[in-house]
């Protein structure tokens, strides 16, 4: 079974809210009494899944008060709403507290926000959110996120925390605004999508002539092509070749080469299926380096989204 992402990491989280530690939700546990030897009791204590002393975690109970018979043994009686405790020194010059470990609260509470996202976005948008081309969530989910963790974790402590509620506000508007549209997440084709989306691959910290403009609309598949610089130099010596998809592999593959070694001019030249690009800089003597490489992701002319939520127009083309 596919696992079901969690959006942000605790990293994320503290960006938003770094003092978020301050709502660890434990509680002090008071009024030890001597119940036998080395056993201590602590009665009308609430419910206890987990004791801490001096802030560590005394890990799993035991299965009964019988049992609890060795340093930092602990077992909570339901029944009698009891928690005992053994240990050779007296628990009340210790801080000692029930509650869930702050760290795996944080996690599932992040789990929790991450499904509150997916449930409040448009549906248009899909369950879970994809990530892009880095192998990363976009950085409006993030945020999203972890604006309603922080509130989650604040508000269960303090419901009325001006602060959470800010949170709360600043998220609930992306949400808005992703649902009307005019926040485009990096799985969605938008308008400009057919006419291309230039990232580097590999270029040299060196290099001062690049691609810098495209023109015109790309008419074929989905594709991500190849633009590479053959030979490197300014203006009117550098040269660059483009592969598009084809023998079964992307352009960025190498599928099938449509420009050989095409001088750099500087104007708007050849890329492929429509699309034009130029190459420019600051200054006419910058150059270009042998082998920088880049891709021009593109998406078939019409399939962009207009709108994302509600209904939509699409384009219809007729051959």
């Not at 008060?65 to 210790?94: C, L, N, Q, R």
Request: aromatic share 10%.
């Amino acid at each position: 079974m596919a696992t079901i992402p969690t959006y942000i990491s605790e990293s994320d989280l503290r960006d938003v809210y770094p003092m978020v530690d301050r709502f660890d939700m434990k509680s002090s546990i008071y009024n030890w009494v001597v119940d036998s030897g080395s056993l201590y009791a602590s009665h009308n204590s609430g419910l206890v899944n987990l004791l801490f002393a001096d802030g560590k975690d005394l890990g799993a109970a035991q299965v009964n008060k019988a049992a609890v018979d060795a340093e930092g043994e602990w077992f909570y009686d339901s029944t009698e709403d009891v928690v005992y405790y053994y240990s050779t020194a007296t628990p009340t010059d210790k801080l000692m507290e029930s509650g869930e470990d702050w760290a795996t609260h944080k996690t599932d509470i992040m789990a929790k926000a991450s499904r509150f996202f997916d449930s409040l976005v448009d549906r248009t948008q899909p369950r879970s959110q994809w990530k892009d081309i880095e192998g990363n969530y976009d950085y409006t989910i993030i945020r999203t996120v972890a604006l309603y963790t922080a509130f989650f974790l604040i508000s269960a402590h303090d419901p009325d925390n001006p602060v959470s509620e800010a949170f709360k506000a600043e998220a609930d508007n992306y949400i808005e605004r992703i649902n009307n549209g005019e926040i485009k997440l990096g799985f969605q084709v938008t308008q400009d999508s057919s006419q291309g989306v230039l990232r580097e691959v590999t270029v040299n910290g060196n290099t001062e002539l690049r691609p810098v403009d495209m023109e015109g609309v790309w008419y074929g598949g989905y594709d991500k092509i190849k633009l590479k610089v053959i030979t490197g130099g300014a203006i009117g010596a550098g040269t660059y070749s483009v592969w598009v998809a084809g023998n079964d592999k992307l352009g960025i593959d190498e599928g099938s080469q449509v420009v050989t070694a095409q001088k750099i001019t500087g104007q708007y030249q050849t890329l492929a299926g429509g699309l034009r690009v130029r190459f420019g800089s600051k200054d006419q003597a910058d150059i270009c380096t042998t082998d920088d490489e880049y891709e021009v992701e593109v998406f078939p002319h019409g399939q962009d989204i207009q709108d994302s939520g509600g209904m939509r127009s699409i384009d219809v083309y007729h051959s």
